[in-house]
């Protein structure tokens, strides 16, 4: 089945930009959604089709695909940015057509 | 608004069966194909299910198939999962989530419910 690799956990101070990738067999020909998990909470959409917002997400959240690698970019990083992202696909194989990645754990300094 | 509430969770034995549902309200429930998602205590997010808005087409997870069947009722507006032979691994928060098409072709999940706690021990 398909596999989408994100980073453990990325780092970051408040106000600065964080990247957070998800790498994956040719992801660029793939859309990518992003969803945001705070603590003890449900996951909440924040980008979907690489590079699309839904309607309430900051404009601080923004998303890139090409290649085998996407990523999620938190501008001015806040302390309410601190949380779980996880990357997800659609792949047609029949077994497990909707992936996750692993997910990223935000730290904000 | 949009609003998905799951019930059903609770402790149950290995071996055991549970049923969760999920109540949907805000949109058109027979128009969107709905999942299952699940997360293990200090894991991250699974896909376990899903249902198209008609329910004539299902999907399941290699690690639940056999023992997993989802289906639901529109005139009710409420989804459902069946587990048997429930396994300590199957321990999760289960989530309901509205997905993007009527069939089961890809899309994002939005909203998700807030989740109920399955767990599976003796």
């Known amino acids: 089945s398909y596999v989408l690799t994100q980073p453990p956990s990325v780092s970051v101070a408040p106000g600065q930009t964080a990247r957070i990738t998800c790498g994956g067999d040719k992801i660029g020909s793939k859309s990518v959604h992003w969803y945001q998990q705070r603590p003890g909470q449900a996951p909440v959409l924040v980008v979907s089709?690489?590079?699309d917002r839904p309607s309430g997400i900051p404009e601080r959240f923004s998303g890139s695909n090409s290649g085998n690698t996407a990523t999620l970019t938190i501008s001015r990083v806040e302390a309410g940015d601190e949380a779980d992202y996880y990357c997800q696909v659609w792949d047609s194989r029949i077994d497990r057509p909707y992936v996750f990645g692993a997910g990223t754990k935000v730290t904000v300094l | 608004e949009v609003h998905l509430v799951e019930s059903g969770g609770g402790l149950v034995q290995p071996g055991g069966t549970l049923r969760l549902s999920c109540a949907a309200s805000g949109f058109t429930f027979s128009n969107y194909a709905m999942s299952w998602v699940r997360q293990a205590p200090g894991e991250g997010l699974e896909w376990v299910s899903a249902i198209s808005g008609s329910g004539d087409s299902t999907y399941y997870a290699s690690s639940v198939r056999g023992r997993c069947t989802v289906s639901r009722d529109n005139s009710k507006n409420t989804l459902y999962v069946q587990m048997n032979s429930l396994r300590v691994d199957d321990t999760a928060v289960y989530y309901c989530?509205?997905?993007?098409?009527?069939?089961?072709?890809?899309?994002?999940?939005?909203?998700w419910g807030q989740g109920t706690l399955v767990t599976v021990s003796s």
């Open positions: 089709d690489d590079s």
């Open positions: 989530a509205k997905g993007l098409y009527s069939g089961i072709q890809g899309g994002w999940f939005d909203p």
